[in-house]
């Protein structure tokens, strides 16, 4: 059963968009094909629901693991393992592909992790991933748009495009002045499409244009061979939007900046262990980071993927074999560009006192460090720009070292 505040309230313009979240910048940065070659692409994935961390990246080695997970722990034995990561942590089976990334050292986990918000409200808690600061309720800006706007703006390039039931909080913000725009990629047919084109022409000039953008950018993201194959579900369509992303992306005066946004992954009731509903959706997320890998081709070893959910599930299952909200949780890393080959943590372990509040996995890791340290070492912000504009008031959170090879 999917708890009824997850899904975030829409707007007029987000209702018509409709469809799966995708958002991209329109200008390449000029630090692209500097004097080192590098050419950077940044990819953020939104999971909102709240992952459970302790079900995707299981600490088997913990004694208290197995008994609090129940019947949806994960094992390295049985009919199906789970992949060791190290002696300690392994990952889901429905992730082989970012078990390969891994080996690859292409691939990490951040383990214990947590943005600062303690309460357990999906709403508010999206609403500080997303924005970037302390508290819920701040702005309408998030802390990916103020980034960009943090860099040197350069050539323009394609369109930006967004698909999606909402724009990413974490890309909105003033489009004039960071030179981006979301753009709808209609899920309609053409003659639908165009009808609303016509009737928003004379009444919203600006949303009509993106209506309009949106409709060629489809075909040209599609490619004659994204359309989902009937009941296909959630894992073929984050699959679907990740290609159709990242032919765009790939392209030479395409988007180097993006971010995504999956929803679904409220697991209260039903989560399954190794097989069930949320190897379902890992199988999904395994697949975007493929299609990432796969179409971005020799952009990928510029590339870096963070992939975040605003919070954690309960350590204890709970009655109906799911978990409820939590707190620690983890974030992934994937990417040419990622100093992979490691679960990054500072384990508070899960015995009964070390829990947070009785119930979660104790968050040791501040998510704005880790993304800090991908925005300073990967786009070159400075620790200053990240503690004043991207993320407030955070300038006691200083940015993680070492996550980019």
Not at 279 to 294: H, I, K, M, Q, V
Request: proline content about 6%; hydrophobic content about 45%.
């Amino acid at each position: 059963m999917e708890c009824c505040e997850s899904r975030l309230l829409t707007s007029r313009r987000s209702l018509l968009l409709g469809g799966a979240a995708f958002a991209a910048w329109a200008y390449v940065p000029k630090f692209a094909r500097a004097g080192d070659g590098r050419d950077p692409r940044l990819i953020a994935v939104i999971l909102r629901g709240a992952l459970d961390g302790l079900a995707t990246v299981a600490p088997v080695g913990d004694p208290d693991y197995a008994a609090l997970h129940g019947s949806i722990a994960l094992s390295a034995s049985g009919p199906h393992p789970s992949v060791m990561l190290d002696s300690f942590f392994a990952l889901h089976p429905s992730m082989p592909e970012f078990a390969r990334m891994y080996k690859d050292k292409q691939a990490a986990v951040v383990h214990a992790v947590a943005t600062p918000y303690r309460d357990r409200s999906h709403f508010d808690g999206q609403d500080v991933l997303e924005s970037g600061f302390a508290g819920p309720g701040r702005v309408q800006s998030g802390w990916l748009n103020r980034a960009l706007q943090a860099l040197p703006q350069g050539e323009r390039v394609s369109g930006a495009l967004a698909v999606g039931p909402t724009t990413p909080l974490v890309l909105r913000g003033p489009a004039a002045t960071v030179g981006w725009a979301p753009v709808a990629l209609p899920q309609a047919d053409d003659d639908t499409a165009m009808r609303l084109i016509e009737l928003y022409r004379h009444r919203d000039p600006t949303l009509a244009e993106a209506l309009t953008q949106g409709l060629a950018l489809e075909k040209t993201a599609q490619g004659g061979d994204m359309k989902a194959k009937p009941g296909g579900g959630a894992p073929a369509q984050m699959r679907n939007v990740a290609r159709g992303a990242a032919k765009v992306m790939a392209a030479d005066d395409g988007p180097r900046i993006a971010a995504l946004a999956f929803d679904g992954w409220d697991t209260h009731a039903n989560e399954g262990g190794p097989v069930g509903r949320l190897a379902n959706l890992l199988s999904g997320l395994d697949g975007a980071l493929a299609e990432f890998e796969s179409g971005l081709g020799a952009h990928w070893r510029d590339t870096v993927v963070v992939v975040a959910t605003e919070f954690g599930r309960t350590a204890r299952i709970n009655g109906t074999e799911g978990t409820d909200h939590g707190t620690g949780t983890i974030a992934l890393l994937a990417g040419g560009a990622v100093k992979g080959g490691r679960v990054i943590t500072d384990w508070p372990t899960l015995k009964e006192a070390s829990l947070y509040e009785g119930r979660d996995l104790a968050p040791t890791t501040d998510l704005r460090a880790v993304i800090k340290g991908v925005l300073a070492d990967h786009l070159g912000l400075s620790a200053r720009v990240l503690a004043d504009a991207v993320f407030p008031d955070s300038g006691m959170v200083k940015p993680m070292q070492g996550l980019i090879a």
